[in-house]
């Protein structure tokens, strides 16, 4: 990744100290995509046993880079022990669910193809079937997570930002956005949710902990 610049040199040794200096066994690691460069499920070996060497679990959801990511039954068959995948289901740690979506290109944007609309569209749906996914009416959706930002701005909504905000959830985090777009990402809160770029430098390389008063008090 250094090849993007000086501000990605050792991020991995960067990544493993931060995380490890503030987690403990029992945390929750929410990874929103691109999580290897490797083209094929055996060359993500490598990346997925780096992260299983973190503490805590770890949730991972697929990003647009990564094309090793295949059929979600053979990913998890050869997953290191710790290591979980958001795909079209849900997922609850301490009574805490996580739901998501990659999500994609906004279809209003300036480049987006009639492919990309509906590709967005599906995206919105998966969202809804992650929601449905959840295995009891005891647990509630608090926290989201997508890959691209499921909006552009906190004034302007989307049909992903409305199934968010309907679903109860009160935090998402996304990722995708990078460098100087970092700048242009929308944080802060709408209609009671709080969106969040997670990437890894636009956190520093150390992780944005989710607020226990957003999760508890919703």
């Known amino acids: 990744m250094d090849i993007f610049g000086e501000q990605w ?20 690691l929410l990874i929103a995509g691109d999580v290897s ?3 094929h499920l055996d060359e993500a070996q490598a990346d997925l046993h780096f992260l299983a060497t973190l503490r805590g679990r770890k949730l991972l959801l697929k990003g647009n880079h990564d094309y090793w990511w295949g059929a979600i039954s053979r990913v998890r068959a050869v997953a290191p022990a710790g290591i979980d995948f958001l795909q079209n289901d849900a997922h ?12 994609w290109i906004l279809p209003d944007a300036p480049a987006a ?3 990309d609309r509906r590709i967005f569209e599906r995206e919105v749906e998966r969202f809804r079937m992650s929601l449905a996914a959840l295995p009891s009416q005891t647990y509630r959706p608090l926290v989201a997570m997508t890959h691209y930002p499921p909006l552009r701005r ?7 930002t409305n199934a968010i905000e309907a679903s109860g959830t009160k935090i998402c985090v996304y990722g995708h956005l ?3 777009d970092i700048a242009m990402a929308p944080q802060g809160s709408r209609n009671g949710v709080e969106y ?6 636009a956190v520093s ?4 902990r989710i607020p226990t008063s957003s999760i508890r008090n919703a």
């Open 9 to 28: 040199r050792n991020h991995d040794e960067r990544i493993r100290q931060n995380w490890n200096a503030i987690a403990a066994d029992d945390d929750l």
């Open 37 to 39: 460069w490797a083209m």
């Open 92 to 103: 609850v740690y301490g009574g805490v669910a996580v739901v998501g979506a990659r999500g």
């Open 113 to 115: 193809s009639a492919d």
């Open 154 to 160: 906190l004034d302007e909504g989307t049909p992903m």
């Open 178 to 180: 990078h460098g100087a």
């Open 196 to 201: 969040k770029l997670v990437s890894a430098d």
């Open 205 to 208: 390389f150390m992780p944005w």
